[in-house]
T-cell receptor, first 114, second 114 residues
Framework: DTAVSQTPKYLVTQMGNDKSIKCEQN?????MYWYKQDSKKFLKIMFS???????INETVPNRFSPKSPDKAHLNLHINSLELGDSAVYFC?????????????FGPGTRLTVT | LAKTTQPISMDSYEGQEVNITCSHN???????ITWYQQFPSQGPRFIIQ???TKVTNEVASLFIPADRKSSTLSLPRVSLSDTAVYYC???????????????FGSGTRLSIRP
């Protein structure tokens, strides 16, 4: 069974479109995250969502909005896509009670904006 | 914020021990040190985590000096399958505090040769 899954794996779209990426975890974790990995392989956190409390990275444009219908899902919606949004987006989860940094990552969604 | 610095790349041979050092001069009292491994087209995978001194698991060892301003990931007897990018992460989870405190380093690309 896949612990953290994302759909789609690849997403190609045009500038100005709105798209969503879905994430699901079956680990029973309370906390979920979205990361962006750019072409230089820098991995930057965008959001963390803990028991319905959203922690936002203030550097993320408000065109990005996470939506969590329940504890096992954290979707990422992106409005008015721009060329600079092209990257690989990773979803991750961790147990709420675990300190430090043990997170479980999904396989990633490669977004290409043309 | 604790910034991390790692070597961009390292090369080694099968059967050798590999040590990758990460500098984090501004590490905070509550920060943990975590290392991840990432293969191409996959999400990062947790390797090991520590707070101080030495931690060992079935995969690696993590050495942290008393001042905690650096850490060294040690991979014993590497094989070809250990070729990957290794990230050092300094931060405190879960996301009760600012998500921007979770910072991945730029990663070390480790290449293992036969």
């Amino acid at each position: 069974d896949t612990a953290v899954s994302q759909t789609p794996k690849y997403l190609v779209t045009q500038m100005g479109n709105d798209k969503s990426i879905k994430c699901e975890q079956n680990l029973g974790h309370d906390t979920m995250y979205w990361y962006k990995q750019d072409s230089k392989k820098f991995l930057k956190i965008m959001f963390s969502y803990n028991n319905k409390e959203l922690i936002i990275n203030e550097t993320v444009p408000n065109r990005f909005s996470p939506k969590s219908p329940d504890k096992a899902h954290l979707n990422l919606h992106i409005n008015s896509l721009e060329l600079g949004d092209s990257a690989v987006y990773f979803c991750a989860s961790s147990p709420a009670e675990m300190k430090g940094g043990e997170q479980y990552f999904g396989p990633g969604t490669r977004l290409t904006v043309t | 914020l604790a910034k991390t610095t790692q070597p961009i790349s390292m090369d080694s041979y099968e059967g050798q021990e590999v040590n990758i050092t990460c500098s984090h001069n501004n590490i905070a009292t509550n920060d943990y040190i975590t290392w991840y491994q990432q293969f191409p087209s996959q999400g990062p995978r947790f390797i090991i985590q520590g707070y101080k001194t030495k931690v060992t698991n079935e995969v690696a060892s993590l050495f942290i000096p008393a001042d905690r301003k650096s850490s060294t990931l040690s991979l014993p007897r590497v094989s070809l399958s250990d070729t990957a990018v290794y990230y050092c992460l300094v931060g405190d989870l879960p996301g009760y505090s600012s998500a921007s405190k979770i910072i991945f380093g730029s990663g070390t690309r480790l290449s293992i040769r036969p």
